[in-house]
C-alpha cells in the first residue's frame, strides 16, 4: 500500500515521536522512509544586510543536516531511509514532495498549538493536512502532555 512515506522534521526531540509511526507503518509495508527538513528563509527577507542573510541560512541549512541526520540514527537497520534539506515555504514544499507516485503518505507531528496562536499563526500540518494530495496522518506530540502521561504513570505504579 505505501512505497514512500514522506516525514517532515524540525530535528525537535517531539518529532521522534512521528518517527515511530513512520518506521513501524515503512517495516509493514516494506516502504522507504523519506525524511525532510525545509529551510524556510522567507522570513529572513527583510533583514537590511544580505551577509547576515545568507549567514542565517547557511546556519539554518547545518540545522537541517543535524535534523535529517538524526532521522537516519534513528531509524531501524530495516527501513531504508532518504533525506533532503530542502528550501521554500514549509507547508508548500511539504505538499510538493507529496505526489502521488512519488510519496504516498506523509508522517507529520503537530505541537499541539491552541488558542489565539492557531489562529494567527496557522499550523504547517493543517496546511499539509487541507492540501497534500496524499494521505496525512498528524501525530500529536505535545511535549506538555507527555510530561502529564509520566506523572499518571508514575501515580499508577505508585499505588
Same mark, same amino acid.
Given at each position: 500500500?505505501?512505497?514512500? /512515506?514522506?516525514?517532515?522534521? =524540525?530535528?525537535? +526531540?517531539?518529532?521522534?515521536?512521528?518517527?515511530?509511526?513512520?518506521? =513501524? @507503518?515503512? &517495516?509493514?509495508?516494506?516502504?522507504?522512509? &523519506?525524511?525532510?527538513?525545509?529551510? $524556510?528563509?522567507?522570513?529572513? #527577507?527583510?533583514?537590511?544586510?544580505?551577509?547576515?542573510?545568507?549567514? /542565517?541560512?547557511?546556519?539554518? %541549512?547545518?540545522?537541517?543536516? &543535524?535534523?535529517? #541526520?538524526?532521522?537516519?540514527? @534513528?531509524?531501524?537497520?530495516?527501513?531504508?531511509?532518504?533525506?533532503? *534539506?530542502?528550501?521554500?515555504?514549509?507547508?508548500?514544499? /511539504?505538499?510538493?514532495?507529496?505526489?502521488?507516485?512519488?510519496? $504516498? !503518505?506523509?508522517?507529520?507531528?503537530?505541537?499541539? &498549538?491552541?488558542? /489565539? =496562536? %492557531?489562529?494567527? @499563526?496557522?499550523?504547517?500540518?493543517?496546511?499539509? *493536512?487541507?492540501?497534500?494530495?496524499?494521505? *496525512? !496522518?498528524?501525530?500529536?506530540?505535545? +511535549?506538555?502532555? =507527555?510530561?502529564?502521561?509520566? %506523572?499518571?504513570?508514575? %501515580? *499508577?505504579?505508585?499505588?
Amino acid at each position: 500500500m505505501y512505497d514512500c /512515506i514522506l516525514v517532515p522534521t =524540525d530535528g525537535s +526531540p517531539e518529532v521522534e515521536h512521528a518517527l515511530e509511526y513512520a518506521f =513501524d @507503518l515503512a &517495516r509493514s509495508h516494506d516502504a522507504t522512509v &523519506r525524511a525532510i527538513y525545509v529551510v $524556510d528563509v522567507t522570513g529572513y #527577507g527583510s533583514l537590511p544586510m544580505e551577509a547576515a542573510l545568507e549567514g /542565517i541560512g547557511s546556519a539554518l %541549512r547545518e540545522d537541517g543536516e &543535524r535534523a535529517v #541526520g538524526r532521522v537516519e540514527e @534513528l531509524a531501524p537497520a530495516d527501513v531504508d531511509v532518504e533525506t533532503a *534539506v530542502l528550501e521554500g515555504s514549509p507547508s508548500r514544499v /511539504i505538499v510538493d514532495q507529496a505526489q502521488p507516485g512519488e510519496c $504516498d !503518505l506523509v508522517v507529520m507531528g503537530t505541537h499541539g &498549538r491552541a488558542g /489565539i =496562536d %492557531r489562529l494567527l @499563526l496557522g499550523s504547517v500540518t493543517e496546511r499539509v *493536512v487541507r492540501r497534500a494530495p496524499v494521505p *496525512v !496522518l498528524a501525530v500529536h506530540v505535545d +511535549p506538555s502532555d =507527555d510530561e502529564g502521561d509520566r %506523572r499518571d504513570r508514575k %501515580r *499508577v505504579a505508585v499505588e
